[in-house]
């Protein structure tokens, strides 16, 4: 299962964190991919992390303003966003995700709304 | 990037009658282990994405039989052999084959 963290509300130009917590099972071997989706919109893909070794892959759309992490002790993944826009308003999941096997994609967590706002 | 396009993106069906959409994918989705990395997405109405169908026709835990899919290459179909009630709600296809994972544009599935 994957539990994420709250709604937030932020101005333009701040940062965010949203938090997504595995419970119920090992890290070991997770992949998590982030996906976003604006209101009224489709959805978007964001980046991946293994928790593996921590690495990282993201779409080129978020390079170099957002980070994902990895907390081991607390099994919980970290999204960080920078620099927030309006667009930036939306619904982030986080999904299990071990690409290539039947664990791609399969859980999501229930999302966390957040609404950029001057 | 892979380009997915979804068709129609509005889908309105009777109680009990089938549905049918369609995914087309800019380029190949089978995969050097032979495997086609296509994926179907239910969201209902205010809730999270969730996986329906993955590798083309391979159902999930809990999805009804009446669920299918089909397809090969770069052209995929989901069917739903009897529409239900619960059946309401946006349907995404997903290619998986490389980063970024790219997904289609939706089909919005209504009672008629």
């Known amino acids: 299962q994957l539990v994420q963290s709250g709604v937030e509300v932020k101005k333009p130009g701040a940062s965010v964190k949203v938090s997504c917590k595995v419970s119920g099972e090992s890290l070991s071997g997770y992949g998590i991919s982030w996906v976003r989706q604006a209101p009224g919109q489709g959805l978007e893909w964001m980046g991946w992390i293994t928790a593996h070794n921590g690495n990282t892959n993201y779409a080129q759309k978020f390079q170099g303003r957002v980070t994902m992490t990895i907390d081991r002790l607390t099994k919980t993944i970290y999204m960080e966003m920078r620099s927030l826009t309006f667009d930036d308003t939306a619904v982030y999941y986080c999904?299990?995700?071990?690409?290539?096997?039947?664990?791609?994609?399969?859980?999501w967590g229930q999302g966390t709304a957040l609404t950029v706002s001057s | 990037d892979v380009v997915m396009t979804q068709s129609p993106r509005s889908l309105p069906v009777a109680l009990g009658q089938p549905a049918s959409i369609s995914c087309t994918s800019s380029?190949?989705?089978?995969?050097?282990?032979?495997?086609?990395?296509l994926t179907w997405f239910q969201q209902r109405p205010g809730q999270s994405p969730r996986r329906l169908l993955y590798?083309?026709?391979n159902r999930d835990s809990g999805v009804p039989d009446r669920f299918s899919g089909s397809g090969s290459g770069t052209d995929f179909t989901l069917k739903i052999s009897r529409v239900e009630a619960e059946d309401v709600g946006i349907y995404y296809c997903?290619?998986?084959?490389?980063?970024?994972?790219?997904f289609g544009q939706g089909t919005k599935l209504e009672i008629k």
């Open positions: 997903m290619h998986g084959i490389n980063w970024p994972y790219t």
């Open positions: 590798k083309v026709s």
């Open positions: 999904a299990r995700d071990l690409p290539y096997t039947v664990l791609a994609m399969d859980v």
């Open positions: 380029q190949s989705l089978v995969y050097p282990d032979g495997n086609t990395y």
